[in-house]
């Protein structure tokens, strides 16, 4: 059931790479539209988004890469950590070293909220290995840098400092 | 405000990989949270996956790659072309060669409705660059192949054969 030659196993791994990227550029291309008044162009784009993560989650199944939570959780974890110790800080410092401010910002906001991300998945898989659900209500999102906190918005963004209303909640 | 330089410039679409990569993988894995029931752990993955977005779309803002709806859209067919002429036959190919059944099917529904998106995006261009809106109700997306049909869905999908009732609306 699940691919098995290096060949094949590599450009399904590169077909999931490309489907998330389309599938993100439409989410994004959809808001554009949306604002420049082209609401059904916008929903093409949205629609198509979504057929683009049934293609990425097909590939990721056919690599035999969606486990249980508790497994899906470490994978999570491995990621997060990955990106908090080794990829922001060398993308911020070459940034930094070169100048480029936009790119400062934007892989200086990423790296703050990734040290959120790796510790609210560790405490997820904590108690997923004891079949324990998280105890939380609401997950506030700051849509300007992706801080991310749990059951209540501050005032103020710690990062990024935009203020509370502007903050997407799940719940 | 544009970023300039060659690594600052690499890093950062690297980045807006691993984030677009990052946000379909909590996706998929809060399904499978809430199929095993974590509704909270689900929520979790869903509000990290949204940061993933804000910290993709930081990235793609910085390297300049946001432009107006008829540009996006030749972007969108460019991919889409290069996945129907190049990209998929390949794979699939490939997976042919190599006896993956699974990748064969993953790839050939890919391929399927890959081939309508990029014809669906070439008429969004048509219209948008004349400053009008595609007149569509509804885009209908088949939740196991991608398969995308405007305004109205098939009694069963003809590239997977799933029924009408699955199909996932957007309107
Ligand atoms: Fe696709
Ligand atoms: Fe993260
Ligand atoms: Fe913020
Ligand atoms: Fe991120
Ligand atoms: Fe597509
Ligand atoms: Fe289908």
Redesign the interface.
Known sequence: ?????K??KK??E????????????????AD??EK??????A??????A?????????????LGN????PS??Q??ID?ETF?VEE??P??KA??EL???K??V???H??LE?EKI?AE??RE?KE??EQKK????KK??????????VIDEAPEYCPVCGASREKF?V??
């Open positions: 059931m699940v691919v098995e030659r060949m094949t450009f399904l590169d077909a999931y790479a490309g489907e998330s990227q389309a599938h993100m550029r439409y989410l994004i291309f554009v539209a420049e008044g082209f609401p059904n162009i929903k093409l784009f949205r629609a198509i979504f057929a683009e993560l049934v293609h990425a989650k097909n590939h990721y199944q056919a969606i486990k249980d939570t899906n959780l994978v999570a990621g990106e990829m922001y060398v993308y070459t940034a070169q100048g480029e936009e790119a910002r934007s892989t906001y990423a909220a991300h609210l998945y997820a108690l997923a659900d998280l105890e939380i997950v506030y999102i700051c849509p300007v840098c992706g801080y991310t997407v799940f719940e």
